[in-house]
């Protein structure tokens, strides 16, 4: 079950964390994006942070699944109920480490690499971030536009 969370946000920080590790960039939009999450057995197993930009381009600025949940389609759900709940919406948009785990997820979702941030992680992260033995730098920006 999907449903958005509109009070005490930061109870899912640990949750957010998983999909960007930099805490003072998640707080940055923790307040003022619109927040879902998915319970699974009655655990929080995923979390999706958006922000509308203007009437039809929506931000993906967070996803993250709880790693004993990952590999089950919920990430895949997620994407899907957010384009869904934002159906006023034509594009869609997010930026992710060029990661051999988040870059075929993204691209299997319908999104195309659309630019290129260089020295993203290297430049706003206190720490290196390691993602399936690979080094973060660059962020990837991904787009996807409804037919």
Same mark, same amino acid.
């Given at each position: 079950m999907i449903r958005q969370v509109t009070e005490n946000k930061l109870r899912l920080l640990d949750l957010l964390l998983i999909g960007d590790e930099q805490e003072n960039l998640v707080m940055q939009y923790i307040n003022t994006c619109d927040l879902f999450v998915f319970e699974q057995d009655g655990v929080e197993a995923a979390v999706c942070a958006v922000v509308l930009h203007n009437d039809n381009t929506l931000e993906i600025k967070n996803i993250a699944v709880r790693p004993e949940f990952q590999r089950r389609g919920i990430g895949r759900n997620m994407l899907q109920f957010v384009e869904e709940n934002y159906s006023q919406c034509s594009s869609f948009f997010l930026g992710t480490g060029d990661s051999p785990l988040t870059v075929p997820f993204y691209e299997s979702c319908g999104f195309s690499r659309s630019g290129v941030i260089p020295d993203y992680f290297t430049q706003n992260y206190d720490?290196? $971030?390691?993602?399936?033995?690979?080094? +973060?730098?660059?962020? $990837? $920006?991904? &787009?996807? +536009? &409804?037919p």
């Open positions: 720490h290196p $971030i390691f993602e399936a033995g690979v080094q +973060l730098r660059d962020m $990837i $920006i991904f &787009k996807k +536009l &409804k």
